[in-house]
């Protein structure tokens, strides 16, 4: 049988450069007019950009190897990898020469006529149908997943039927433990229900040989008590100094970023260091626009950067409800409000840092911000994996799923995942309809 042939389109590329990797048993080719438009995209100052920049230094070693039109070898028991010359003559009748979607598919039909077993690869749905309008299998490259479906990821909390009496011993404080056989994670919730339904009880999974933990209830932080058992799981966990990393999810509305805020601004001021307290709360965010972008922006870094963290200054302004205090506290330092362009290369200890909107970021993204977590860090991750403005993630390869279902099993990591809106009636309604 003849080997596979991958071709693969320019925004595969720009998504994961590992994706040349991907295909153990095929050889790899590369359009030369997918080089011009890697190049197009070197200067750009985000992930895209640094995956052209990659790119290009990949190739670049490989020639040290052997030669890219005749193929270089990408290791054992993989194929080669070689670039393939635009032969206008394959170009189908139709199609206008001069775009690259449409030379690329013209070297993909040169690469057939030869004899290849061919498959195209790209992101692109209107790619994709073109290819197969004249003939050439095609397929969507699929980056990492750690689940399937979003229906899969994982929400933190269970509901276990249990017999009335086990619902009595856990208020009364006896201990109650969960069977060997049941599968929970550490730091999982548990609502326990008697069969009828009447009686209930909230608790926390830790481990097979540890009872069931009551959930510790806070009310007036910042002004903010738990509205619902969701929220009640967040703030037990955000208080919790054992929990280094926490990822919260949610549709919009339902306090993920308020609730963090909040717990993290209590515990920078009103907690002492010795009490398990932190130097400074910082609130960050990737710079990803939701719809068309506007373009640069003038003016100082400060000056560019206020559009992007306004929504940050929103959640604290209200917590303080006074704007001077809380720029007193943002020039002493003890809150840092910044976009993400800014952290990568820190080493940030003893602080609580929360991350907004994190599904916008790329796996390879969260990475870079985890690693740059230093000793006595709380890490919170909040964001709506349903709403992705980045067009190189989706629901489930975006970063903040990675981090969800990656973390589950360790218990130094948490999960809660919000689903009653709080915010208006409105924005409630919203939520559930559009």
């Not at 394959?90 to 040169?110: E, H, R």
């Not at 690869?121 to 479906?149: A, F, H, L, T």
Request: contains cysteine; aromatic residues 6%; glycine residues 8%.
């Amino acid at each position: 049988m003849t080997r596979k042939t991958v071709v693969l389109d320019t925004n595969v590329l720009l998504t994961d450069v590992r994706s040349i990797l991907s295909y153990e048993d095929s050889d790899v080719a590369i359009p030369n007019i997918v080089l011009d438009e890697i190049d197009k995209h070197k200067h750009r100052q985000d992930t895209p950009g640094l995956n052209a920049r990659i790119t290009n230094k990949f190739l670049d070693e490989l020639r040290s190897k052997g030669s890219l039109m005749s193929g270089v070898t990408l290791g054992e028991e993989r194929g080669n990898i070689f670039v393939a010359p635009f032969n206008p003559e394959f170009l189908p009748k139709g199609m206008k020469a001069d775009d690259s979607d449409n030379k690329i598919i013209a070297c993909a039909l040169s690469l057939m006529h030869r004899g290849c077993n061919v498959l195209m690869v790209s992101r692109d749905i209107n790619m994709r149908v073109k290819c197969d309008s004249v003939g050439i299998p095609c397929e969507d490259y699929q980056p990492e997943k750690v689940i399937s479906s979003v229906k899969q990821l994982f929400d933190g909390c269970t509901t276990i039927t249990v017999d009335n009496a086990t619902i009595d011993d856990f208020y009364t404080g006896v201990p109650v433990l969960m069977p060997e056989e049941t599968s929970l994670f550490p730091n999982q919730f548990v609502v326990l229900k008697n069969k009828g339904g009447k009686k209930s009880a909230l608790c926390r999974y830790t481990t097979p040989d540890q009872p069931l933990r009551k959930i510790t209830k806070y009310k007036n932080i910042c002004g903010l008590s738990a509205r619902n058992k969701e929220q009640e799981f967040a703030m037990d966990l955000l208080f919790d100094n054992n929990i280094h990393i926490l990822s919260m999810t949610g549709p919009a509305g339902t306090g993920k970023t308020l609730l963090a805020a909040a717990c993290g601004l209590e515990q920078v001021i009103s907690r002492p260091k010795s009490e398990g307290g932190y130097d400074k709360l910082i609130i960050t965010r990737p710079v990803q626009p939701m719809g068309r972008d506007i373009g640069f922006l003038p003016g100082t870094i400060e000056e560019k950067m206020a559009p992007w963290i306004a929504p940050l200054r929103d959640n604290l302004e209200h917590l303080y409800g006074d704007r001077m205090a809380l720029d007193m506290q943002i020039e002493q330092g003890v809150i840092e409000i910044e976009a993400m362009t800014f952290i990568r290369g820190r080493s940030i200890s003893n602080a609580f840092i929360i991350v907004d909107e994190a599904q916008n970021l790329t796996a390879h993204e969260l990475k870079t911000i985890i690693t740059r977590v230093g000793h006595g860090t709380k890490l919170i991750l909040t964001g709506d994996v349903q709403q992705i403005d980045n067009s190189y993630v989706d629901a489930v390869s975006n970063g903040l799923t990675h981090a969800v279902e990656k973390f589950k099993s360790y218990d130094i990591s948490g999960h809660v995942t919000l689903y009653k809106g709080e915010r208006s009636t409105l924005a409630t309604l919203a939520a559930e309809i559009l």
